[in-house]
């Protein structure tokens, strides 16, 4: 099972841009990197997913190195309400919950 | 388009008691997993439902099991409620894919 390490915490400014890296040096040749927003009581939020190289929408981009050791969730121009616990994950075949591991994510505090 | 919903949004039962949720899937949606997730941790996979029946299984005990109707709507049943059983617990649809789209949850507090 791929295990992710991410920081506890990160603390921004509005209108920055905010790194979040995780590291995952077991992944698998068939693993997704799947990130997660919650905010309190909710439910999580799909942000963004990739394999390899980078992938960006509308509100995110990731960055996957050519090892897929890691990756970097990159959050442009970051709001007060962006502020919410992030969430890295790591796993392969379509469906297959079991092997995702959630962790403790990574609180971002945006501070005006 | 309606997304994930779960009912009830919160409930309180006691030690002991039988407790069940519900959840509706995001339309188009044929799959449900359900987590539990306690304050200040991460969601943690109890099971999957997939043309109505149980897919995977997470480490959870026997009490905690499920079903998912012919709508593909589910519902997760806990019996002999323990006060470790109180937490969030999200329902999460797709379509046989990796997105997973979560519901609101259902906060459970067992006194």
């Known amino acids: 099972l791929a295990k992710t390490t991410q920081p506890i915490s990160m603390d921004s400014y509005e209108g920055q841009e905010v790194n979040i890296t995780c590291s995952h040096n077991n992944i698998a040749t068939n693993d997704y990197i799947t990130w997660y927003q919650q905010f309190p009581s909710q439910g999580p939020r799909f942000i963004i997913q990739g394999y390899k190289t980078k992938v960006t929408n509308e509100v995110a981009s990731l960055f996957i190195p050519a090892d897929r050791k890691s990756s970097t969730l990159s959050l442009p121009r970051v709001s007060l309400s962006d502020t919410a616990v992030y969430y890295c994950?790591?796993?392969?075949?379509?469906?297959?919950?079991?092997?995702?591991?959630w962790g403790l994510g990574t609180s971002l505090a945006v501070n005006p | 388009d309606a997304g994930v919903t779960q009912s009830p949004t919160h409930l309180i039962k006691t030690r002991g008691q039988q407790v069940t949720l519900r959840c509706s899937p995001k339309s188009g949606h044929d799959t449900v997993s359900w987590y539990q997730q306690a304050l200040g941790q991460g969601p943690q996979f109890i099971f999957q439902y997939y043309e109505e029946e149980e897919r995977q299984r997470g480490n959870f005990p026997d009490r905690f099991s499920g079903h998912q109707f012919p709508n593909y709507s589910s519902e997760l049943n806990v019996n002999a409620l323990l006060l470790g059983d109180s937490a969030l617990y999200l329902c999460?649809?797709?379509?046989?894919?990796?997105?997973?789209?979560f519901g609101p949850g259902t906060r459970l507090t067992v006194t």
């Open positions: 994950l790591v796993g392969g075949d379509a469906g297959n919950n079991r092997k995702l591991i």
């Open positions: 999460a649809s797709s379509l046989a894919g990796r997105e997973q789209y």
